[in-house]
């Protein structure tokens, strides 16, 4: 999980995509970087950390030109203290590209044996970004017949792109003096939206980013999402094309960005994240009702922020007090995308602190979005008791986390997972919690897809089933193996 923007702008573009990084930043804490172009002269810079405290202002002054990338990353390939994994990356040829991802590579081992061998290319990192970036060059070298390049080479490479990569990925990428490509998976896994508005002189002025309050912060239109497998080109001159690169593609979206990743006031493949975290409390406000007498539970309390529409629907749907039990310190990171086990721990009580007076004697129901290693959830569960709690109940939004996600999400070993191999009432145990309640799958999936015409979610970390049906249990052991050595 990365956050991505890019812009062709009238108007300097740097500030339009550091503002746009800001609204992103709950995407990914680990580093940040932005390129512009000016002319076909690039301007780049990278750090670790977070947005605000990663560029100063000589580095605005030096990103010059009126179109650039940007990148906020959530490393889920290559190490995340290691500055050089920071995108966006550059190569030189051809033309001079620089490219940010989001999204995870499923095919790595077999792309860096044929970088190697045959495209002739050196990987510098350990980045599947870089790999995917090389791939990109060396299809778009080949098509090149002349010294000028036109959008059809474009999209031609990038249909080369979509035979020989595997996974997850939405791409913005410039091409020095010609323009901006943007391009996402033939199964539109990660998301990627485009927006537009006119400048003053009449120009179209154009916006691709990972979500859509990043469009409208900064007044664009929503366009449309881009579509599974098909690739925007804007030139210089603000002109847009596009076309469908893919040959049979189909639009599952990833059910974690619903549940956790995207900010409620995101719209994303025509799906407000928003309602569908209420619809998910009014599933899970069922579900509870089937598994215990509600006369047992006195208020029910959210874990903020991102579970706090879902709790607010479970009160309201079981006439229970709504209550806002734990207090959360807005100065330290999302838990879940903390770079390491021990540091997510740590974090827990830096993050949230609970307010004795809300538990002292209730039966508290506590609403997450979801649990995947149980380390936030264990220290919340000690803190609703240590302030007074009689009896703790538990619930996800979400169901039982019980496989690796590979499609950009750091969910990487099955051993992790307080679910993966164990039932309900053993994570109740594990966890200290008195009772443990999960949303069932074919209720997320109706959640999210409610009033819609999509059909299919990725729910691999729930049900195993990966969606490009490429992932098999040899490759999970493998990417378990290189986590732990």
Same mark, same amino acid.
């Given at each position: 999980m990365c &956050?991505? !923007? &890019?812009?062709? +702008?009238t108007e300097p573009a740097n500030q339009q995509i550091y503002d746009s990084l800001l609204l992103l930043q709950h995407r990914g804490q680990d580093s940040t970087g932005i390129a512009t172009a000016d002319g076909p002269i690039f301007h780049m810079t990278k750090a670790r950390g977070q947005v605000r405290e990663a560029f100063r202002t000589r580095d605005m002054r030096s990103l010059i030109g009126n179109m650039g990338? &940007?990148? !906020?990353? %959530?490393?889920? /390939?290559?190490?995340?203290?290691?500055?050089?994994?920071? *995108?966006?990356? %550059?190569?030189?040829? =051809? %033309?001079?590209?620089?490219?940010?991802?989001?999204?995870?590579?499923?095919?790595?081992?077999?792309? @860096?044996?044929? #970088?190697?061998?045959?495209?002739?290319?050196? $990987?510098?990192?350990? @980045?599947?970004t870089e790999m995917l970036l090389n791939v990109?060059?060396?299809?778009? *070298?080949? *098509?090149?017949?002349? #010294?000028?390049l036109d959008p059809d080479q474009v999209f031609t490479a990038v249909e080369q792109v979509h035979e020989r990569v595997e996974g997850s990925y939405a791409v913005i990428a410039l091409i020095a003096g010609y323009g901006l490509l943007a391009f996402r998976d033939p199964f539109g896994i990660r998301p990627l939206i485009l927006g537009r508005r006119t400048a003053d002189n009449g120009r179209d002025e154009w916006i691709v980013a990972s979500e859509s309050l990043v469009l409208e912060s900064g007044g664009y239109e929503i366009v449309r999402d881009v579509h599974p497998g098909e690739a925007i080109f804007i030139g210089l001159d603000g002109q847009m094309i596009s076309r469908q690169c893919a040959k049979n593609p189909v639009l599952v979206p990833c059910s974690f960005e619903y549940v956790y990743l995207a900010r409620p006031d995101s719209i994303m493949n025509g799906i407000s994240v928003y309602e569908a975290r209420l619809r998910m409390g009014d599933r899970l406000a069922t579900t509870i009702e089937t598994h215990m007498d509600k006369g047992d539970?006195?208020?029910?309390? =959210?874990?903020?922020?991102? +579970?706090?529409p879902a709790a607010m629907q479970v009160a309201q749907k079981l006439g229970i007090e709504y209550r806002e039990g734990f207090y959360k310190n807005r100065y330290v990171g999302r838990t879940f995308i903390m770079p390491g086990q021990a540091e997510r721990k740590r974090s827990v009580r830096q993050k949230l602190n609970a307010m004795g007076t809300?538990? /002292?004697? /209730?039966?508290? #129901?506590?609403?997450d979005d979801s649990i995947v290693r149980g380390t936030t959830s264990k220290e919340i569960v000690e803190m609703a008791r240590a302030a007074g709690a009689n009896k703790v109940t538990f619930t996800s939004a979400a169901p039982p986390v019980r496989f690796p996600h590979v499609y950009g999400i750091n969910m990487p070993s099955r051993q992790e997972l307080i679910a993966y191999g164990? /039932?309900? =009432?053993?994570?109740?145990s594990e966890l200290s919690a008195d009772h443990m309640i999960y949303q069932e799958v074919a209720d997320l999936q109706a959640a999210i897809t409610e009033g819609t015409p999509i059909e299919q979610l990725d729910l691999s970390c729930f049900t195993g089933e990966y969606v490009t049906g490429t992932?098999?249990?040899?490759?999970? &052991?493998? $990417?378990?193996?290189? *986590?732990?050595?």
């Open positions: &956050g991505i !923007v &890019g812009i062709v +702008s990338l &940007g990148h !906020v990353r %959530y490393a889920t /390939k290559g190490a995340a203290e290691r500055e050089e994994e920071a *995108q966006p990356f %550059y190569v030189n040829a =051809p %033309y001079g590209i620089t490219l940010v991802h989001n999204g995870n590579l499923t095919n790595t081992r077999e792309l @860096s044996e044929d #970088l190697f061998r045959i495209d002739r290319r050196h $990987v510098n990192s350990t @980045s599947d990109l060059a060396t299809e778009l *070298q080949g *098509q090149i017949t002349g #010294l000028d539970i006195d208020v029910v309390m =959210p874990i903020p922020d991102s +579970s706090r809300e538990f /002292k004697g /209730k039966n508290i #129901l506590i609403v164990r /039932k309900i =009432p053993e994570i109740a992932v098999t249990d040899e490759y999970l &052991g493998w $990417v378990e193996r290189t *986590q732990l050595s």
